[in-house]
């Protein structure tokens, strides 16, 4: 089992930044691919980054690239996510997530191979 709670989240003005947190509990947090996704009202949830339980391997949505950056500290048991030159289409509830991986190099892009998911935490750009 791993319980994740997101944190970071928050009001700030486009061409902002905010950096995201994901705390994790559990003793196997490092052989997890941790996911950042978003949900904004009336949308349907949208993949933002993934990393690989090694940290090596990263994707990003194309609507993120350039901007944010996702990264994880093992010994923390957190995973991160700095966001950068926010836009008001970035506003929606973030929430991480993670995945057993089959290997240090693995990461997924699709909501249906995460196992566990936090509560999420509300971003909101205004313009």
């Known amino acids: 089992q791993v319980q994740l709670v997101e944190s970071g989240g928050g009001l700030v003005q486009a061409g902002g930044s905010l950096r995201l947190s994901c705390a994790a509990s559990g003793r196997t947090f490092s052989r997890y691919v941790m996911g950042w996704f978003r949900q904004a009202p009336g949308k349907e949830r949208q993949f933002v980054a993934t990393?690989?339980?090694?940290?090596?391997?990263?994707y990003y949505a194309d609507s993120v690239k350039g901007r944010f950056t996702i990264s994880r500290n093992n010994a923390k048991n957190t995973v991160y996510l700095q966001m950068n030159s926010l836009k008001p289409e970035d506003t929606a509830t973030y929430s991480c997530?993670?995945?057993?991986?089959?290997?240090?190099?693995?990461?997924?892009?699709?909501?249906?191979?995460?196992?566990?998911w936090g509560p999420g935490t509300q971003v909101t750009v205004s313009s």
């Open positions: 990393i690989s339980w090694s940290g090596g391997n990263t």
């Open positions: 997530a993670a995945a057993q991986a089959n290997s240090g190099s693995s990461f997924y892009t699709e909501a249906l191979a995460y196992d566990y």
